[in-house]
């Protein structure tokens, strides 16, 4: 699934492609891709139809587009969310190019350039027009309960501490807490443990503060390696709103890299089972703590 930097590197391709311009008409081809937009396909092409995205936002691994008026938007009140899920795609496409096998929503344009694309080979992404929750920043009300990301000045380090502090779980697991810090998946925080040098199941309660500290910026700092490769691409699934992949795969430390040498200390990388997916970890740079 698209981790932040994934998902940063398509909304920054929407703010430059598709902010600013008006919708002329939305063709739904596929109910699933709507399917949290409970009023079905009718309503939700005739909700945006005429309507100004104003912007691009992310929260996590959320991606939103503020809907305006036409020309003359007011204050945003409403907005297009999506979840890219496990495939989904948004491409920015010439109009006439040949339909995608997977294309689930088309959007047109009044000044007729590119169109805007929704693709998805395995439907478990979703679009929907919901309300934006006021005051400050307005987030889409069905993630008001997604924590904010690191990458964003709504989130508080100490406040992320105290409340690790306070949990009894597993490091890894908290770091994919959605509710506790959104944006992280299974690759990231492989990575950032790595950095830190954390085993992914030492127990929260057995971290100091300036533990924290340092997993905090391994976080940032594999997000940020990740942004300036265009994130990570394993297969065609995950690419930019052009349809390019993402290089950080290349950089990757551990993730992925079960028997071959650990970049820090030269020893085998271990894979292990973990909550039905994998987890990748150095034993000697990062030994188990007992619980």
């Not at 398509?10 to 703010?15: D, K, N, T």
């Not at 069905?142 to 690790?164: G, K, M, N, S, T």
């Amino acid at each position: 699934m698209p981790e932040l930097p994934e998902v940063e590197v398509v909304r920054s391709g929407l703010a430059r492609w598709v902010a600013g311009r008006t919708i002329s008409g939305v063709e739904v081809l596929h109910p699933r891709a709507i399917r949290r937009h409970a009023a079905g396909a009718a309503d939700f092409a005739g909700r945006l139809a005429g309507r100004t995205l104003l912007s691009a936002e992310r929260r996590g691994k959320y991606l939103w587009l503020p809907l305006g008026d036409g020309a003359a938007a007011g204050p945003p009140g409403e907005a297009l969310l999506a979840h890219l899920g496990m495939s989904g795609q948004l491409l920015v496409t010439e109009p006439g190019t040949p339909p995608e096998k997977h294309l689930r929503v088309r959007f047109s344009f009044a000044d007729d350039g590119p169109e805007l694309r929704f693709v998805d080979q395995r439907t478990f992404g979703h679009l929907m027009v919901t309300p934006l929750a006021a005051p400050g920043r307005p987030v889409p009300e069905p993630i008001l309960h997604i924590a904010a990301d690191p990458l964003e000045e709504a989130f508080d380090d100490d406040v992320f501490a105290l409340r690790l502090a306070a949990r009894r779980t597993e490091i890894k697991r908290a770091l994919l807490d959605q509710s506790l810090i959104s944006g992280v998946g299974n690759i990231y925080a492989d990575e950032a443990l790595w950095r830190a040098g954390l085993h992914g199941g030492t127990p929260t309660p057995t971290l100091a503060r300036d533990k924290v500290a340092e997993l905090l910026a391994a976080v940032r700092a594999v997000m940020a390696d990740a942004l300036r490769e265009g994130g990570t691409s394993f297969d065609s699934l995950y690419v930019n709103v052009n349809g390019e992949s993402g290089y950080f795969g290349r950089s990757l430390n551990v993730y992925g890299r079960q028997g071959e040498p650990c970049a820090r200390c030269g020893g085998p990388v271990l894979r292990e089972s973990f909550m039905n997916r994998s987890s990748y970890s150095c034993p000697a740079c990062q030994p188990r703590v007992p619980a």
